[in-house]
């Protein structure tokens, strides 16, 4: 994980960009706090990073942290595929975690990832099973880096030895459960989304989920083949792995650093579905259904 400084360039871009101040992040926090409570009695993690970045990544408004807030606590009944059963050390994790699906690195100003789908046998992977692994990895961006939600994330999809194999999973409807139930319920600073090495077919592709995401983020998102230098332009290669000409760890090292990390918050996980007993009042409040989601993606703020 990049660790750098909360400097005082970082402090002015989440007072101008977030409406972040010391005495408003006090006194919102404990706000909020007291509001989860009353409202759902669901263990917040008051000690940590993770609700700070949450409500960073809300810009600290009240109404859109709330929204998305009630939207979070119905994650595990909204999308059980991808938010139930995060035990580290279950095989199907183990798995994603030792082939290295997702990479994360970051530059002074930029966190980044990478998603690469050319580790797997893609008629025994399953697609919810890889974005539960990237939640996982957001958390636990969430709980220990203080400037991850500042700064914003910039995603590099590699699509060398992608397998149209896949598509038979990526269905308008796993899409649309996908993009609803984290962009609705998880914050998201999404600065730029570059598809690198497409097929021609990628774009046809990133149609099906057009409907589903904002006009924003579709603005941001970038389509390259086999060349793809202007990424480098944005985010500096040095900065990349060593496979990808850069001058910091390989992959291999970031792939077992990184499951050194998750298999370090098993605990988190667990209590963290141990505490999905308090989320079920959402059931009781509100006749729920996959898609009692509150929002749209006409009107979400992913900035």
């Known amino acids: 994980m990049y660790a750098r400084p909360f400097t005082k360039e970082i402090e002015k871009k989440a007072r101008d960009e977030l409406n972040e101040t010391p005495g408003h992040r006090e006194e919102f926090l404990r706000n909020f706090r007291e509001w989860i409570q009353t409202e759902y009695r669901v263990q917040c993690r008051p000690e940590g990073l993770w609700l ?97 939600m500042v700064i914003g994330h910039y995603v590099i999809v590699d699509f060398k030895g992608f397998s149209l194999s896949l598509l038979k999973q990526l269905t308008p409807f796993t899409l649309k459960k996908i993009f609803y139930n984290i962009f609705l319920s998880y914050p998201c600073r999404i600065k730029a989304l570059y598809f690198v090495n497409c097929p021609g077919y990628v774009q046809t592709l990133f149609g099906l989920a057009k409907p589903f995401i904002s006009k924003k983020l579709g603005s941001r998102t970038s389509f390259y083949g086999e060349n793809f230098e202007e990424v480098f332009s944005v985010i500096p290669r040095r900065y990349f792995p060593t496979e990808y000409g850069g001058n910091d760890e390989s992959i291999d090292d970031i792939i077992g650093n990184w499951k050194i990390i998750i298999e370090g918050y098993r605990d988190w996980f667990l209590e963290d579905l141990a505490n999905t007993n308090d989320r079920s009042r959402v059931k009781d409040k509100n006749s729920y259904n996959s898609y009692d989601i509150q929002g749209s993606f006409k009107k979400l703020d992913i900035d």
Do not use: H
């Open 52 to 148: 700070l970045n949450y409500v960073r990544g809300c810009k600290f408004c009240n109404q859109t942290v709330k929204k998305k807030f009630t939207n979070f606590v119905k994650l595990e009944t909204a999308a059980p595929e991808m938010f139930s059963n995060r035990d580290p050390l279950l095989p199907e994790i183990q798995e994603i975690l030792r082939k290295g699906a997702i990479i994360p690195f970051g530059t002074p100003d930029k966190e980044c990832v990478i998603v690469k789908w050319d580790v797997f046998e893609f008629d025994k992977v399953d697609f919810y099973d890889v974005m539960k692994v990237a939640m996982m990895v957001m958390d636990v961006f969430m709980n220990e880096n203080d400037t991850c």
